[in-house]
Structure formats: structure tokens, C-alpha cells
């Protein structure tokens, strides 16, 4: 059965690191290598879109203690743990869906999401990663660490599974339910660039997940 993605992700808090970093390849790789590429100097300003529990920005304080940081997600108990972590931390935790949350203008060095937003589309994307570019400070840039799909066939079937899936249990379309629903790269980095990104790179690659550079 689908679960909304707050009941999804709030029901395995439990071993949920664990799991990111053992059960998806190369996490132990890609997790640190993205929080590399995030901005170095003092007081540098970071959202982080679909923080969870933070994987990333324990990685990220550890190359940059100072950093200001903005963590926006659905599950609040994954936020409680967040929070815990990092107590001497300049931290600010929002408990709310990223496509309603106001990102605000100019107010970010970076922008990141890691194993995150494969589950949505590009039509659902486009306006948010307009936001997300908004929301960048000059200079800024938005960084992507995500599951992407092989092919367009592959998916297409994802898509259509959960379409499936949501005509058998009578689910409605006004709620976000887990399930992964990966564009290729190529159609990420056509909706990052219809959200006005001018230059979109792939900086590093580990099976199937991407880490990916968009900049104004």
C-alpha cells in the first residue's frame, strides 16, 4: 500500500541512516563529495530541500562549522532528529512541503537536495526549481544529488506504476505518496533549465545517482 510521504518517511526513522548509506551504492561516496561542493566560507547561507535527518549537513558542518543553515521538510520526527544532532548549529528547521514553503529572494549562497526529489515530475518541478533559482543569492547555486532513471522507458514505467497503483487504492491527487518516480538526466536537466538555470553539469555519477550543478 502507498503511504503519504511524511507517514512513509516519519514510520522508519529508525536505522533511516543506515539504510541511506548502506542500502543505495556508493552513498558513502556521494553523500560527502556533495556536501564538498557546497560553499566553504564562513557564514555561508544553505537551504536544503528534503534535509530528513540531515546525512548531508553532518558531512557539510564537518567541512564548514559556520554555515548558516535552512532544512525544509515533510516529517516532522525526522526534524526532531535533526535538530538533536547539530544543538550548537546555526540551524533552521521548517516542517512543511518545499513546493508551498516560501524560499524568499536572494537569500541563499546554495540551494541543495539529496535523494529527494525523484519522486516527483517535471511539471511539478519547473516551477519549484524557478523558485529555488529566486532564491539564490549572486554567485549562488543550486546542487542536485538524486536517483535519476536509465531510460525513457524506465521512466515512463514508474510513472505508470504509480498512476497504477493510485486507481487501485482509490488515492487522490492532492497529497504526495512515496513512491520513486526518477527522470532521466536529461529530462531533470531540461526542467532545471525551463526554471531558468543557464548552465546545467554533471559533476560526479555512482550507478544510478548524479550529482548535478545548475547555475543562473
Request: proline share 5%.
Amino acid at each position: 500500500m502507498l503511504e503519504t510521504m511524511s507517514d512513509f518517511f516519519n514510520s522508519r526513522l529508525d536505522g533511516y541512516e543506515e539504510h541511506q548509506l548502506h542500502a543505495i551504492a556508493q552513498a558513502e561516496v556521494f553523500y560527502p563529495f556533495t556536501a564538498q561542493h557546497l560553499p566553504a566560507r564562513s557564514g555561508a547561507r544553505v537551504l536544503d530541500l528534503g534535509c530528513g535527518t540531515g546525512l548531508e549537513l553532518g558531512y557539510y558542518f564537518a567541512v564548514n562549522p559556520t554555515a548558516v543553515v535552512t532544512g525544509i521538510d515533510l516529517a516532522g520526527d525526522m526534524l526532531k532528529a535533526l535538530e538533536a544532532k547539530f544543538p550548537d548549529k546555526k540551524l533552521t528547521l521548517v516542517h512543511g512541503s518545499y513546493f508551498d514553503v516560501p524560499l524568499g529572494e536572494g537569500c541563499y549562497d546554495a540551494v541543495v537536495s539529496v535523494e529527494s526529489l525523484h519522486h516527483f515530475t517535471q511539471g511539478e518541478k519547473i516551477p519549484l526549481y524557478a523558485r529555488v533559482r529566486r532564491a539564490l543569492a549572486p554567485g549562488g547555486y543550486f546542487l542536485l544529488t538524486d536517483y535519476f532513471a536509465a531510460s525513457d522507458g524506465q521512466e515512463a514505467f514508474f510513472r505508470q506504476e504509480l498512476r497504477r497503483l493510485k486507481a487501485e487504492q482509490g488515492i487522490r491527487d492532492d497529497a504526495f505518496y512515496h513512491y520513486d518516480t526518477p527522470l532521466t538526466v536529461e529530462h531533470e536537466t531540461e526542467a532545471l533549465q525551463k526554471g531558468g538555470f543557464s548552465r546545467v553539469e554533471v559533476l560526479g555519477q555512482w550507478g544510478p545517482t548524479c550529482l548535478l550543478r545548475a547555475d543562473p
